[in-house]
T-cell receptor
Framework: GAGVSQSPSNKVTEKGKDVELRCDPI?????LYWYRQSLGQGLEFLIY????????KSGLPSDRFSAERTGGSVSTLTIQRTQQEDSAVYLC???????????FGSGTQLSVL | GESVGLHLPTLSVQEGDNSIINCAYS??????FIWYKQESGKGPQFIID?????DKRQGQRVTVLLNKTVKHLSLQIAATQPGDSAVYFC????????????FGPGTSLSVIP
């Protein structure tokens, strides 16, 4: 069965460029999360979508970061004017309605040169 | 962002021994707790969960203990195997935090053959 799919798996970009990271959640999962994981560290919450409710954006580190979720399915995380400190693995997870059990994708490794 | 930890603490155990991984949480309103396992290059995977109305739950070779008095959670792995080597995260969920799941800093478990 299809799990959470993230693309690209690796992205190398130059400082100052914009990047878009994509997440395809499991079909029927209404909740979608983005987390950031720096090397050797834990998971930093970024943003949370739940159904048609307004997203919880409280974890976005700056206004260079934004995310949208179209049609309650696919989500795109956009980082504008990337900085070297944005280098990390960006993980997406989804869950069923009324469930806190998250299913994660394999992440996108972002490297900003 | 929330729950970004310092560099991961490491636990080394001999193959066949039992492992105990600890986690402290700060939100007394948290009512659901989950343990995830993250292998190298992969997203975290669900291991076991526990609700706040319980203090112990057992799975296959794993047991989670919850002490709400001191806001402490532990994961016990029986007869640790090399395949258990990974980073282990505890996570909590609270209805007061818009249902989002927040992760602890993680512990790296290394199994010595």
């Amino acid at each position: 069965g299809a799990g959470v799919s993230q693309s690209p798996s690796n992205k190398v970009t130059e400082k100052g460029k914009d990047v878009e990271l994509r997440c395809d959640p499991i079909s029927g999962h209404t909740a979608l999360y983005w987390y950031r994981q720096s090397l050797g560290q834990g998971l930093e919450f970024l943003i949370y979508f739940q159904g048609n409710s307004a997203p919880d954006k409280s974890g976005l580190p700056s206004d260079r970061f934004s995310a949208e979720r179209t049609g309650g399915s696919v989500s795109t995380l956009t980082i504008q004017r990337t900085q070297q400190e944005d280098s990390a693995v960006y993980l997406c997870a989804s869950s069923l309605p009324q469930s806190e059990k998250l299913f994660f994708g394999s992440g996108t490794q972002l490297s900003v040169l | 962002g929330e729950s970004v930890g310092l560099h991961l603490p490491t636990l080394s155990v001999q193959e066949g021994d039992n492992s105990i991984i600890n986690c402290a949480y700060s939100n007394s309103a948290s009512d659901y707790f989950i343990w995830y396992k993250q292998e190298s290059g992969k997203g975290p995977q669900f291991i076991i969960d526990i609700r706040s109305n319980m203090d112990k739950r057992q799975g296959q070779r794993v047991t989670v203990l919850l002490n709400k008095t001191v806001k402490h959670l532990s994961l016990q792995i029986a007869a640790t195997q090399p395949g258990d080597s990974a980073v282990y995260f505890c996570a909590e969920n609270s209805k007061t935090s818009y249902d989002k799941v927040i992760f602890g800093p993680g512990t790296s478990l290394s199994v010595i053959p």
